[in-house]
Structure formats: structure tokens, C-alpha cells
């Protein structure tokens, strides 16, 4: 029975995905607070940088992880944050729809910031979070 | 106003396959968002009912790099029929007011300077102040303690690093850029507030001093303080303050404590218990509302809500439609 239990928790560890905030090597740590500000567009500026966040396509699942993950927040709830947001003058992050784009997009511009699944992580980007499934 | 309408229309018809409610459109590709809102009210009190279209609208932002900048131009009470008994008066207030129009500059990550005219940061209902972003049709009294509007400069710190702590001064040592257009016409306000956010609690400090040009007491002094626990399907939030002048005591208190439940993202009940004592007028009060809000989509907020005073002839039922575009 030991055995088993053993078995079916190591399987449970093994499918679990890991998944990380990314930026490129110029961008200093950011603790989750910090990220969690910037997709908010809380926090605008960071190492001298225009904070860029970028999500992935709407109804990407990695997205929604993050969104529940990092912003702590419902579909309904950002959505009534980035209407409130309109009112005082800041838009939603830019969207792209693979991780492919994204990890361009962060290679050549400063301040930019998303996220993919880990098995898509190379050495030219640096890791700001990791978390997993 | 008939121009400014028709310069929307024509973007909205130019960007409508792009175009979703609550969040505007851009204008080409510049650093240019149009939006705007419109709140259509009614009012029924003892033998007293006001149909008004409160609010008309129109708002331009956009960023770039460091810099951004926000205007919005009003139309209030741009049509207002009241009734009191068998007599019946209709207004009609086609001036234009300038309500928000300021430069931000985002020096680094923790500082950021504003100059023009903005909501004063005070509080939590005087940063989403229009119908449809705030929970009910009427605003608190602790909306009286201070002025509205600030026309001058804006220094806020912040950080991000653990929690959300903001240190904000406000200072004016000027005209209103539109008088007209605010609670209080000032021409001094030195104000200050500190903000701290944890998972889903905040907790707000105000205080400061202005100079009014309208009132009995010219020098006047407001503190309020702010706390809210908001999580996905509730929020309780309560805020009291107090304004001074160098004489007296203006308003010993005005304060409220407010839950509101979300049934679903589309239907809200609030229930807010509030009481104020304000000596300028003469007047204290003590009071419920009970209300009720339909989202069909988050901009569009239909409203109702039914006000019980111990000052019984001040009872009434506020209904209103608000949409954000």
C-alpha cells in the first residue's frame, strides 16, 4: 500500500509543469510583488527601464496560471481592474500569441517581462520567478 | 459639443472591428486613447423628483516613455428636469468643464511627479469618482471634507518590493483651473497621504489644509482614514475623517461602513450605514442605503438604491444607468 502511495505521488511530482517570469539578462530581480505591479501597470519604470509586460494570447492556459498565480486575480476581476484602468489613463499589457514571440519580443527590448513553461527556457533570458503546476 | 460627439463617432466607426467597451480607442497608432462615459439619473425624495443626465464625458491619454498625460472634458447637469409637487423647472448647463487635465513623469521606479488639474488622492471613493466605476448612484458625505479637485503639483513615492506603500503630497498655490467644476473654490491646498496594501487588505491616511474662497471659514483642515478588505466575492470597506477650521470644528465626523457582495460578477448588493455631523450647515444625520447593481458587461452599471434617514424627509429611491466607453 506504502509502495503505491509512494508511486502515485513521485507520478503526481513528475507531470507537474513549471512555468517562469522571464526577462532578459539586463533586467535586475524582481520580487513577485513587483511583478504582480508591473502587469497591474502599477509600477510603470523599473532599472531606468519602461516596464513592458507582455501576456500571452487570452485564452492561452499558461496566462491564465499566471493571472491566478502572480495577480491573484479572477477573469472578472481583471477585467473590472483594466476598465477602471482606462478611466485613469493605463491599458492592458500587450498580448502575443506564442511563447516563441514573447521570448523574442523580451531579447530585444530592455524592461520587457513574461512568462512560459520552463521547457521552452533558454540561456540567453534570465528567470525573475518560477512556480509549477 | 456636436464636433466633439461627431470626432468620436468617426474614430469609433474607424476602429470598430478593434473596439471593446470600457476600454477606448486608439487613435491611429498614436500615443492617443479616446474614451468616455455618460451617467443618466433619477432622483425621487419626498415630493421632489430630479430625471438629469448627469454626466457626459469625454476623456484623451496616452504615454510616452516616461511621460504620460490624461485629459477630460465635462458636460454636468447638461439636462435636468425637476419636479416639486405640481411645479416642474428644466435646466440646461451646456459649459464645458475641464476635469482632469495633467502631465505625469515617472522619474524611477518609486517617484512620480504630476502637475495640472486631478482627482485629489484622498481617500478610496475620490479616485474612481464617476457613476459607473463606484459602487452606488450617491456618494458618501466623507466626499465633503475635502476639495474634490486639486489644481498644482503631485510627488508620489512608492514601492512594490514585499507589499503596495505609497507616500503622496499634494500641494496647490493657485487658481482652479475650473472653479466652477469642484466643491470647494481654492486657491491653497497642502495635503498629504500614505497608502499600505497587503494581500487583500489597505489601509489609507489623509490629512492636509486648504483656502476657500466660499465658505464661512476660509481655513480649513481635513484628516480621513481609509480601510478596505476586498477579495473576489466581497468587499467591506469604511472610511471616517473630520475637517477643522482655525476657529471651530467644521465636522466633528462624517463617516461610513460599507459591505458589498457579489452574487456573480453581473449582480451587486451593497448595504452602507453612515453618519455625519456637519456644523457648517447646521445639519447631522445618520442613515442606510441598500443597494443594487446590474453589470451586463463591467462598463455598463444599471443602478438602483433606496436611502433610510433618520432625518426622514431626506428618504429617497436613486435609480441610474452609467456606461464607460
Known amino acids: ?133 | 459639443m456636436h464636433k466633439l460627439l461627431g470626432m468620436f463617432i468617426l474614430f469609433l466607426s474607424l476602429h470598430a472591428q478593434d473596439y471593446e467597451l470600457g476600454n477606448g480607442i486608439q487613435v491611429g497608432s498614436l500615443p492617443l486613447y479616446l474614451g468616455g462615459y455618460f451617467s443618466l439619473n433619477y432622483e425621487n425624495k419626498a415630493n421632489e423628483k430630479k430625471y438629469s443626465i448627469d454626466d457626459l464625458s469625454m476623456l484623451g491619454y496616452g504615454s510616452y516613455e516616461k511621460f504620460s498625460y490624461m485629459a477630460e472634458f465635462e458636460f454636468h447637469d447638461l439636462y435636468s428636469q425637476n419636479s416639486v409637487g405640481d411645479k416642474t423647472t428644466i435646466k440646461r448647463d451646456t459649459e464645458l468643464h475641464t476635469e482632469r487635465l495633467y502631465l505625469d513623469y515617472e522619474y524611477n521606479e518609486h517617484y512620480t511627479f504630476r502637475a495640472g488639474r486631478y482627482n485629489s488622492s484622498i481617500g478610496f471613493w475620490n479616485l474612481l469618482p464617476i457613476n459607473v466605476l463606484r459602487p452606488t448612484t450617491s456618494d458618501p458625505k466623507t466626499q465633503d471634507l475635502f476639495p474634490n479637485f486639486t489644481t498644482g503639483a503631485d510627488l508620489t513615492y512608492a514601492s512594490y518590493d514585499d507589499n503596495e506603500f505609497k507616500i503622496d503630497l499634494m500641494l496647490q498655490n493657485n487658481e482652479d483651473i475650473d472653479p466652477a467644476y469642484n466643491n470647494y473654490n481654492i486657491n491653497k491646498l497642502y495635503g498629504f497621504g500614505g497608502v499600505y496594501e497587503k494581500d487583500n487588505y489597505s489601509i489609507k491616511l489623509n490629512g492636509g489644509y486648504f483656502h476657500t474662497k466660499n465658505t464661512l471659514d476660509n481655513d480649513l483642515y481635513y484628516f480621513l482614514f481609509s480601510a478596505k478588505y476586498d477579495v473576489d466575492d466581497y468587499e467591506i470597506s469604511s472610511e471616517i475623517g473630520r475637517q477643522e477650521s482655525k476657529k471651530r470644528v467644521t465636522t466633528p465626523y462624517a463617516g461610513y461602513l460599507q459591505g458589498l457582495y457579489r452574487f456573480t460578477p453581473k449582480h451587486v448588493g451593497i448595504v452602507r450605514l453612515e453618519s455625519y455631523d456637519d456644523k457648517l450647515q447646521n445639519k447631522s444625520d445618520t442613515f442606510g442605503v441598500l443597494g443594487y447593481t446590474y453589470r451586463p458587461a463591467y462598463p455598463i452599471a444599471i443602478k438602483s438604491e433606496y436611502q433610510f434617514h433618520t432625518l426622514n424627509k431626506e428618504n429617497q429611491f436613486l435609480f441610474s444607468i452609467s456606461v464607460l466607453f
Open chain 1, 1 to 133: 500500500m506504502k509502495l503505491l502511495l509512494a508511486i502515485f505521488l513521485l507520478s503526481t511530482i513528475a507531470s507537474g509543469h513549471e512555468y517562469a517570469v522571464i526577462a532578459n539578462k539586463h533586467m535586475t530581480d524582481l520580487s513577485p510583488s513587483q511583478i504582480k505591479a508591473i502587469f497591474l501597470k502599477k509600477l510603470i519604470v523599473i532599472n531606468d527601464f519602461q516596464a513592458v509586460p507582455i501576456n500571452l494570447d487570452a485564452r492561452d492556459p499558461i496566462r491564465t496560471k499566471f493571472e491566478q498565480r502572480i495577480l491573484e486575480m479572477s477573469f472578472d476581476r481583471l477585467q473590472a481592474h483594466w476598465t477602471k484602468e482606462h478611466y485613469l489613463g493605463h491599458r492592458p499589457p500587450i498580448s502575443l500569441k506564442s511563447q516563441e514571440s514573447v521570448k523574442a519580443f523580451i531579447k530585444k527590448v530592455d524592461g520587457s517581462i513574461g512568462y512560459i513553461e520552463m521547457d521552452n527556457m533558454d540561456d540567453s533570458l534570465k528567470i525573475l520567478y518560477k512556480w509549477s503546476d
